[in-house]
T-cell receptor, first 116, second 109 residues
Framework: GAVVSQHPSRVICKSGTSVKIECRSL??????MFWYRQFPKQSLMLMAT?????????EQGVEKDKFLINHASLTLSTLTVTSAHPEDSSFYIC????????????FGPGTRLTVL | GQNIDQPTEMTATEGAIVQINCTYQ??????LFWYQQHAGEAPTFLSY??LDGLEEKGRFSSFLSRSKGYSYLLLKELQMKDSASYLC??????????WGAGTKLIIKP
């Protein structure tokens, strides 16, 4: 149980285009989903916390107009990188927290974004 | 501020034992997690400690001392597949995970 999927796993796009990444909890309902970014050889950096039915809470330094997050249901959250630039190239990982548990986060497999 | 410290890199020999330490200073404490992350993959859950003491799970054990703000992950009978980064994360008063930078473990034959 507690499986989280992400789609796509890899994406290559041209500078200036927008990319949407989906995060789904497959066998549980997640009131809260988290979006992380990880640059090579660095640790996870939390970008935003997404609660179902409400606006996402962004970490300091993360542009909410550039990284659009939608959490429309208890099993789906999306991250859209708008007008992507090469510096947005990174590994994007989502995680989901069970309704009944405040602590453990279950991670998706990640999405490797490369902006040319 | 909130801070998680762990060594950047460690090297160990196949079949041996290695201990990866983690010290933390956070606003509140609701448990400490250890995750394993292979290169290019997402983290996978290893252990969770919220009370003091040792939690054993197969070849991996995790220890917590809340008074000292200290934890360690102990890996026994090391295998080549254990080569990975090991991330320490603390759940703070808001149940937000505060992440360490990770320890890259290199296993040599």
């Amino acid at each position: 149980g507690a499986v989280v999927s992400q789609h796509p796993s890899r994406v290559i796009c041209k500078s200036g285009t927008s990319v949407k990444i989906e995060c789904r909890s497959l066998d549980f309902q997640a009131t809260t989903m988290f979006w992380y970014r990880q640059f090579p050889k660095q640790s996870l950096m939390l970008m935003a916390t997404s609660n179902e039915g409400s606006k996402a809470t962004y970490e300091q330094g993360v542009e909410k107009d550039k990284f659009l997050i939608n959490h429309a249901s208890l099993t789906l959250s999306t991250l859209t990188v708008t007008s992507a630039h090469p510096e947005d190239s990174s590994f994007y990982i989502c995680s989901a927290r069970l309704m009944a548990s405040y602590n453990e986060q279950f991670f998706g497999p990640g999405t490797r974004l490369t902006v040319l | 501020g909130q801070n998680i410290d762990q060594p950047t890199e460690m090297t160990a020999t196949e079949g041996a034992i290695v201990q990866i330490n983690c010290t933390y200073q956070t606003s509140g404490f609701n448990g400490l997690f250890w995750y394993q992350q292979h290169a290019g993959e997402a983290p996978t859950f290893l252990s969770y400690n919220v009370l003091d003491g040792l939690e054993e799970k197969g070849r991996f054990s995790s220890f917590l001392s809340r008074s000292k703000g200290y934890s360690y992950l102990l890996l026994k009978e090391l295998q080549m597949k254990d080569s990975a980064s090991y991330l320490c994360a603390v759940s703070d008063s808001n149940y937000q995970l505060i992440w360490g930078a990770g320890t890259k473990l290199i296993i040599k034959p």
